[in-house]
């Protein structure tokens, strides 16, 4: 059912409502007149009870276009993760009903219960950087698990988690709080082996410029140009909040990111931030330092 026809039929049966309400009440205050024959006054009643019925017959009609709608527009959710540590993320503003929502991470498709396919899926990669995991390995691997099954789903891939306007305002929200005299973010990603560097961290701080106005946003990765050292060396602020764009904490937060040390050397403090998708999942705010 298209929206146009929906919302046609909803105020037929609101128009409905309203005529037999009406009615009623019309019948009702004719009933009241003290010089009404029987013959009148059974006729009356009886068209009370006929608006009565109209009236019940609309409210029907509302609940069963409701139903109808809801049954054409009825989901599936997939939340697939790189692996198990990201799991219990979801996306950001979008409510879902938990009853149709699954998770599952590239490790364990062919072992996960999976949506079913009586209705359209929706994939939501919860990965932080478009690439080869998040687009051609996790469509075959769906693919795959599914044909294992004997079946073919209807499966419509969304951005990834990375590409979400909402982690910015999460991680603007945190960083607030912590900005001073001279600091800057600097926002460090995972390199890719693409030959051009993923569009995720880079239109994550251009939004989170707009929404620091003032407050230098640079952007660094690791195995990858520009190395977030490099960076971190050519950033006028003095203070910098290090904040990691990646999902979970892990080898990389511990290994790969610059050091205190390394800002010191160029005359600069250093703060390390959660990791950005973790803003999602935080109630309180960063404590200072």
């Known amino acids: 059912m298209k929206r146009r026809s929906f919302i046609l039929l909803l105020l037929v049966c609101a128009a409905a409502f309203a005529a037999a309400l009406w009615g009623s009440l019309s019948c009702g205050a004719k009933l009241e007149q ?3 024959n029987p013959a009148q006054e059974q006729h009356l009643r009886g068209l009370i009870f006929f608006h009565f019925a109209v009236s019940q017959l609309a409210i029907l009609g509302v609940v069963a276009l409701f139903y109808l709608r809801h049954r054409r527009w009825k989901r599936y959710y997939l939340l697939v993760s790189y692996n198990e540590k990201g799991l219990q993320l979801d996306p950001p503003g979008i409510r879902m009903p938990r009853a149709r929502v699954y998770r599952c991470h590239l490790g364990n498709l062919s072992a996960t219960t999976l949506p079913p ?3 359209p899926i929706l994939v939501y990669p919860m990965f932080m950087l478009s690439g080869s995991s998040s687009g051609h390995r996790l469509s075959a691997a769906l693919q795959s698990a599914y044909a294992a099954q004997g079946k073919k789903p209807q499966l419509y891939y969304q951005p990834v988690l990375g590409a979400s306007p909402w982690l910015a305002e999460a991680a603007a ?3 607030r709080p912590l900005l001073k005299e001279e600091t800057g973010v600097l ?3 995972h390199g890719s ?3 051009e560097p993923p569009p995720e961290p880079h239109l994550f701080c251009r939004r989170l410029r707009e929404l620091l106005p003032g407050t230098e946003v640079a952007c660094g990765y690791f195995r990858q140009q520009p190395e977030a050292v490099d960076v971190l060396r050519c950033m006028s602020s003095r203070h910098i909040l290090l904040l990691p764009f990646l999902l979970t904490e892990g080898l990389h937060t511990s290994r790969d990111l610059p050091t205190p ?6 005359g600069k403090t250093l703060r390390r931030l959660p990791v950005a998708a973790s803003l999602l ?3 309180s705010q960063i404590p200072q330092p």
């Open 117 to 119: 396919t009586d209705a």
């Open 281 to 283: 999942t935080s109630h």
């Open 261 to 266: 040390q390394e800002a010191a050397a160029c």
């Open 34 to 36: 003290v010089n009404l």
């Open 193 to 195: 082996p693409l030959p």
């Open 173 to 175: 929200e945190a960083i």
């Open 187 to 189: 926002v460090v990603a």
